[in-house]
């Protein structure tokens, strides 16, 4: 099944639920921006209000641009009013597109069903952190040469973390940023998660680059 991960800066009314559409799966993430990134396993669509509380729409647009999660995502700036400046300068930050506001739940899924890509346009994506590589589309992750087993969990716990080098995470943040936060899973599951993966890890000759950081998280060292 495809998926599209939709990030939305602001109240949606009409609610979050995932929206199911023969093959294709939408997924909404509650995002203001300066948190770190949910975890994106489809193709990423942002729609994003032109004031937000603590930096502008446009500043944020061009951080999506910035990142490799999201520099191919097709961004949508929320405005306030039908201004042809304001309009302007939403592209010139890197906008594919504007909507006046405020939107619901309906006008997204509007919009993001009658412009998603064929999947055949999707690109490929592989992440790559030293010799540790993360094959996106074959679901293979690799240390040099060497194939690493992971059960999803752990494979999609190694590809959050890759995608945020260096960043150190909560048990809490790890379980919201999975997906899991609508399960009743305790924090302590992701001691788990990490145990395994930190063990494939080392099988494979890695050495030890995810880390504990006590009393705060986890982290994954760049090389």
């Not at 055949?120 to 996106?136: F, K």
């Not at 940023?177 to 099988?203: C, F, H, M, N, Y």
């Amino acid at each position: 099944m495809r998926q599209i991960d939709i990030l939305v800066t602001g109240a949606l009314t009409g609610g979050n639920d995932h929206f199911l559409h023969g093959d294709l799966r939408v997924v909404f993430h509650n995002w203001l921006g300066d948190a770190p990134l949910p975890l994106l396993d489809g193709q990423p669509w942002a729609f994003v209000d032109w004031v937000l509380p603590d930096l502008s729409g446009l500043e944020l647009c061009r951080r999506l641009r910035c990142d490799p999660q999201t520099e191919a995502a097709h961004v949508t700036m929320v405005l306030e009013e039908d201004e042809s400046e304001v309009k302007r300068r939403a592209l010139r930050a890197g906008a594919d597109d504007y909507v006046i506001g405020p939107i619901d739940r309906s006008t997204v899924l509007d919009r993001v069903l009658s412009l998603q890509l064929p999947e055949a346009e999707l690109p490929a994506r592989t992440l790559r952190l030293g010799d540790l590589s993360l094959d996106l589309s074959a679901l293979q992750a690799r240390w040099k040469d060497k194939a690493i087993a992971l059960m999803p969990n752990e494979f999609r716990l190694l590809r959050y973390l890759m995608e945020q080098p260096g960043q150190v995470f909560s048990r809490g943040q790890l379980i919201a940023a999975l997906g899991k936060q609508g399960q009743p899973i305790d924090e302590r599951t992701v001691d788990a998660w990490v145990s395994r993966l930190r063990r494939a890890l080392r099988e494979a000759g890695t050495g030890y680059p995810l880390r504990t950081v006590r009393s705060l998280g986890y982290v994954l060292d760049r090389p």
